[in-house]
């Protein structure tokens, strides 16, 4: 392993991991933050991404060996003390374990469309702008082996921190790509999706609805729900609920909705 | 409607909105902070816990005087302007409803399971420290018709600001209760509960599960999951997930399985 130790927070090596907060805020120019082993873990297993350092707290630097040892031998794996660790990343680091890694060119929707399986079960999102529910949904999606994530403009980003830690590394491991919605409805259409819409408005309970070869599951915002001429040209599916109770949270949704269509 | 105008920050009739942040880590003494509009209105409406006070940003006045209109004529609403509702508050709340509940007395374990009715759904927490799992937790008991919360002495307060504001009111509205788990293990087998312990290496998938009139379903933490020794005492049950996944989060785990076990 290429272990590079770090004593001055202000090292240019370690330049992409300063003050993480801030830097969520302004982006990172084509580069995201792993956090945490089973992140990391994910990032070097699966090869969606490059990754290209990590920055590992001395003391958790035996618990993630195995780990790090999926990287080519000459990955920078740079390596600080508790102290210059909290003020490189800005904030009291006590997970201790980074790593940055690279977006590479953005799939263009249609192309990963295309490529799915014969039998495949894609999430389509529209609107979802928080981002523990969008780590929350990839998260479910892993879980339950969706094949895609497609993602209208409005989504925000499943690469940020936040979100890539709520989905406990799923944003990396599950493809994503962004689209337009109409384009994307006709391209599903095009090829034998089934294309299923949850609102709490569904006219079929989900319990009622047989998986199909190909399905593509849409969700919407919790507060506006899926736009109205979305919901005009899809089929719609409920999930039933107690009276008077208001919504389900889109990420509960989702669990509920692909642990239904799922094959596991 | 008794309204109060208030314009002094420290004024002694609304020290109980000074500071919400750094008073949640202390205690209200046997108060809760409610907030936001459809909080206020499960606050109000459902009875369970009494409300003493309500504090409303003036031009959000308008909008919630509907749901005021639920507590008694002499319930006091202070209404403050902007600032000086950020200056109580110790942040900038824009939002702008909050309320002051009270714990009353905790309600006897024991007791409220003697009370549940003869077709009933119980939800038992072993272990659930965290406020965004608890409040969404009892979100998904109060969408799908969950007749009470059972709480072992290591899980959080459900009445804590964020649980309550995760759970949009659920909190307040689901009957809940904190034990002892071996007592209450008992105390459910007596009164005719089957019990299942959802966890990943459970023996019967959900799926091949039938719903009997009284159940209970124990969740544990995700990392350690329920202990063993409760895990061979109940029949542990699965939900399936694609190879290689580590776990769901336990508050997508209790939408599916309450889902699953809902008469709605």
């Given amino acids: 392993m290429n272990l590079i130790p770090i004593d001055d927070p202000q090292d240019p090596r370690v330049a992409a991991y300063l003050d993480i907060r801030e830097r969520d805020l302004v982006g990172r120019q084509g580069r995201f933050v792993a956090e945490g082993k089973v992140v990391l873990d994910l990032l070097l297993s699966t090869g969606r991404f490059a990754a290209e350092s990590a ?16 990287a080519p031998p000459d990955f920078p794996v740079y390596v600080a003390a508790g ?9 009291h680091m006590h997970r201790g374990i980074l790593a940055i890694g690279i977006r590479g060119a953005p799939a263009p929707v249609e192309i990963l469309v295309e490529t799915l399986p014969r039998r495949a079960l894609a999430v389509v999102l529209v609107g979802i702008s928080n981002h523990d529910n969008m780590g929350a949904i990839f998260r479910n999606a892993a879980a339950f082996g969706a094949d895609a994530v497609l993602l209208d403009r409005t989504c925000c980003d499943p690469l940020y921190r936040k979100a890539i830690r709520v989905s406990v590394g799923a944003a990396l491991k599950v493809p994503f790509a962004f689209g337009d919605t109409a384009a994307l409805t006709a391209t599903l259409d095009r090829l034998g999706f089934s294309q299923f819409a949850l609102s709490p408005s569904g006219t079929t309970d989900i319990r009622a609805t047989q998986r199909s070869a190909r399905l593509a599951l849409y969700l919407g915002t919790e507060g506006e729900g899926l736009p109205q001429d979305l919901l005009a040209r899809l089929r719609t599916v409920r999930i039933g609920m107690a009276e008077g109770f208001d919504s389900l949270n889109v990420a509960a949704a989702s669990a509920i909705a692909l642990h239904h269509f799922s094959d596991r």
């Fill in 55 to 70: 920055l590992i707290l001395e003391n958790r630097l035996a618990g993630v060996q195995g780990t790090l040892r999926q």
């Fill in 83 to 91: 102290e210059v660790m909290d003020r490189i990343a800005g904030f």
